[in-house]
């Protein structure tokens, strides 16, 4: 088993930043984009399906692609999702700011898609460190390392992670991470838009 102190290192932000969200910031970077606007929902669909596939072929999958419908369904799920939750708004709503490049048009919708690609990879890299530094079989080392992180780390967490249960969160950690990734999420500079 690997020290509480090679999971903290691993877990540090700009480590994290390094390993995932440098990547992921570069490949949005990356996109060729010749315009800001779209001109039918046609086309605000096949861009979106090609930046999806393109963001994914360059940070998850690396060099794969996934059908083109595939890759759209995502990206409109993940802009839905987010302007409902940002915005009280729906997909129509990013297509109308794609189309009339209003609120940062057709670039802000990529970078809406990138942002949370890069977050579930974060929540991802998160839960792989975790599962390589906690031996599953024995329950006296997984509440040791939870007990540490929450004691650690507990300044990220806030209220809804009870420090004083950390039995709680050995035997089922991903609520933990989830938490974590969330507060990183708020607070960490990895997240910040470039």
């Not at 932000?13 to 390993?19: G, P, S």
């Not at 001109?39 to 360059?58: C, P, Q, S, W």
């Not at 939750?85 to 670039?107: F, H, K, P, S, W």
């Not at 599953?136 to 004083?164: A, M, N, T, V």
Request: charge should be neutral; glycine fraction near 8%; hydrophobic fraction near 35%.
């Amino acid at each position: 088993m690997v020290s509480f102190k090679n999971l903290l290192e691993e877990l540090n932000e700009r480590t994290i930043a390094q390993r995932v969200g440098i990547p992921h910031d570069e490949a949005r970077m990356n996109y060729p984009l010749t315009k800001n606007t779209v001109r039918t929902f046609e086309e605000f669909n096949g861009i979106l399906g090609d930046y999806v596939n393109h963001h994914i072929a360059k940070c998850i999958s690396n060099g794969g692609n996934i059908s083109l419908a595939e890759a759209s369904s995502r990206g409109k799920e993940i802009l839905e999702a987010e302007y409902r939750r940002r915005r009280n708004g729906d997909i129509v709503l990013a297509y109308n700011d794609a189309r009339d490049g209003t609120n940062g048009g057709l670039r802000a919708c990529l970078d809406v898609i990138a942002e949370r690609l890069k977050a579930e990879s974060v929540e991802r890299y998160v839960r792989d460190v975790f599962d390589r530094h906690i031996r599953p079989s024995s329950w006296e080392d997984k509440l040791g390392i939870i007990r540490q992180f929450i004691d650690q780390c507990g300044h990220y967490l806030g209220s809804s992670i009870r420090g004083d249960q950390p039995e709680r969160y050995a035997q089922n950690y991903q609520d933990l991470i989830r938490t974590y990734t969330a507060a990183l999420e708020n607070t960490s500079s990895i997240f910040r838009r470039l």
